[in-house]
């Protein structure tokens, strides 16, 4: 760990496959003071990809999270806000297909297959001709759960994982229930570019440095993460099948207008009705995959999204069930 003035460097080094209250934290900060935390994540994966061509051989730990980070007064029945403040890319990204994982894999077969991205000038060069405007976004994040350690592949849980959800972007705020004392927050898997669901299993992965901040709210109980993105509101609800991951992003997104915000449960209503949208979140899923299978993903991830200005139409308390001023 390194400090400088208000910055604290987590380097890459301090990594796991999983989160967990049984590791020990890298640091530990008092939340709300503004302090930025830079994650150093890693591609070492993707590296051992590309130079061994076989899955096997790979012993680098897949989709990495850098941390943890232990948050003073963070106690079950809390919640945490991390605000991404920047995410700067390595000089390239991967594209990999690894033979089993998506919803490609039939077509594209048996055979691991790789390709390096170049990022620069503000582009990911996808192809010879092809090339999109980067847009970073947090693919991992996480706090520990209150019992046994929570993969970082699949699936997802309510304290966090592979949600695989652009919206976790530079001047978004996500929102993590707290289950362990001292919260233990690790993130990792940034992407330079990724479509909505990420279908295929993977974005243009690439290594790099996530800047965050990090605050706490005390006592509130929040079933299931939540992202605020400055314009929009946005729930994440875990369900297996997929009609009972619509139900919770869906009823999440209601409670939060009705419980927190104050509104009429009949207004709520007819407003989402109209214009509060879902989709499919990451491909991970929200339930223990088959150990014969461990890629295919059981049960699904949602997201539920509504304009804040509209949430704020009818609200008489201010988020978090505050008074409004």
């Given amino acids: 760990m390194t400090v400088a003035s208000e910055l604290l460097t987590i380097e890459r080094q301090h990594h796991a496959g999983s ?5 020990q934290p890298v640091l530990s900060i008092e939340p709300g003071t503004g302090t930025r935390i830079a994650f150093e994540t890693n591609d070492a994966s993707f590296q051992q990809m590309d130079e061994f061509r076989d899955i096997k051989k790979v012993t680098a730990t897949r ?28 000089e390239q990204g991967w594209s990999v297909y690894i033979p089993g994982a998506g919803a490609l894999a ?16 503000g582009y990911a ?8 405007p980067i847009q970073t976004m947090i693919g991992c994040i996480g706090v520990a759960p209150a019992e046994g350690e929570a993969n970082t592949i699949i699936p997802c849980f309510r304290t966090g994982g592979n949600f695989d959800v652009p919206d976790i972007k530079p001047g978004a705020t996500l929102y993590l229930p707290v289950e362990v004392e001292g919260a233990l927050l690790s993130l990792g898997d940034l992407h330079a570019a990724m479509a ?8 243009i992965e690439t290594a790099g440095v996530a800047t965050v901040s990090i605050d706490l709210i005390k006592s509130f109980e929040l ?18 099948p997929l009609r009972e991951s619509i139900r919770a ?11 927190e915000r104050g509104w009429d449960r009949h207004d709520a209503y007819i407003v989402m009705s109209a214009a509060a949208h879902t989709e499919l979140g990451g491909p991970v899923g929200s339930e223990q995959p088959d150990p014969l299978h461990p890629l295919r993903a059981v049960g ?26």
């Fill in 19 to 23: 989160f967990s209250a049984i590791r």
């Fill in 63 to 90: 989709n990495a999270v850098t941390g943890p980070v232990y948050v003073e007064g963070a106690e079950p029945g809390d919640v945490l806000a991390v605000t991404v403040h920047h995410i700067q890319t390595a």
């Fill in 106 to 121: 039939k077509p594209m077969g048996d055979e691991l297959w790789v390709r390096r991205v170049p990022l620069r000038d």
């Fill in 125 to 132: 060069y996808l192809t010879d001709q092809v090339r999109l």
């Fill in 196 to 203: 909505r669901g990420e279908s295929s299993f993977i974005g």
């Fill in 223 to 240: 079933g299931a993460p939540r992202i605020d993105t400055g314009d929009e509101i946005i729930c994440i609800g875990l369900g297996d």
């Fill in 249 to 259: 992003a869906y009823e999440s997104l209601f409670d939060y207008l009705v419980v």
């Fill in 300 to 325: 699904a991830i949602t997201v539920a999204r509504l304009d804040k200005a509209l949430a704020d139409v009818h609200a008489t308390r201010a988020p978090w069930g505050r008074a409004r001023v």
